[in-house]
């Protein structure tokens, strides 16, 4: 029976990696995105994630290229949990320009430890402090696809 809850307990897990896609979201209007689960434990995981998009800036600077660089924290046990995190945008315009954006993260992710799918909602402010500090109110939808080996 113990060899029994140990086989259990191991196919329990989600696996380690991860692509998404995003609609709106900390990327801009949307991204593609990889995500690796460095540190698991019972009721919280640990993730490290990076992005691309394009997005229209204004005239001056044409489109950006953002590559959203972020560290999430998922709690909560089974299916259903509670994601935050915080961040970098980095943007590099058609024109030239440079500029980062702070991102952060809080909201809920469905993902079924037998299944590789996983659907996330979220509220994601986009954070401007090189000028002067703006906050742009800002939310994310995605869905992803867990690959590879299960995290540990």
């Known amino acids: 029976m113990f060899a029994a809850t140990a086989t259990y307990?191991?196919?329990d897990s989600v696996k380690k990696h991860a692509v998404f896609i995003e609609l709106?979201?900390?990327?801009?209007f949307g991204s593609i995105n990889y995500e690796n689960q460095f540190l698991t434990k019972p009721k919280f995981a640990l993730t490290f994630?990076?992005?691309?998009?394009?997005?229209?800036?204004?005239?001056?600077?044409g489109a950006g290229i953002v590559f959203p660089v972020m560290v999430n924290v998922l709690f909560g046990k089974g299916p259903h949990k509670l994601e935050f995190?915080?961040?970098q945008g980095i943007t590099v315009t058609t024109r030239g320009s440079f500029f980062t954006l702070t991102t952060a993260v809080a909201?809920?992710?469905f993902q079924r430890?037998?299944?590789?799918?996983?659907?996330?909602a979220t509220y994601t402010p986009l954070i401007s402090y090189l000028v002067?500090?703006?906050v742009q109110q800002w939310?994310?939808?995605s869905i992803g696809y867990s690959f590879g080996k299960k995290a540990k």
């Not at 709106?24 to 801009?28: I, K, M, P, R």
């Not at 994630?49 to 600077?61: E, F, H, M, Q, Y």
């Open 9 to 11: 307990a191991q196919s």
């Open 24 to 28: 709106l979201g900390s990327g801009g």
């Open 49 to 61: 994630r990076t992005g691309l998009s394009v997005a229209p800036i204004d005239k001056n600077n």
């Open 85 to 87: 995190g915080l961040g």
């Open 107 to 109: 909201g809920y992710r």
């Open 113 to 120: 430890k037998d299944r590789p799918w996983f659907y996330r």
């Open 132 to 134: 002067d500090f703006q």
């Open 139 to 141: 939310g994310g939808l």
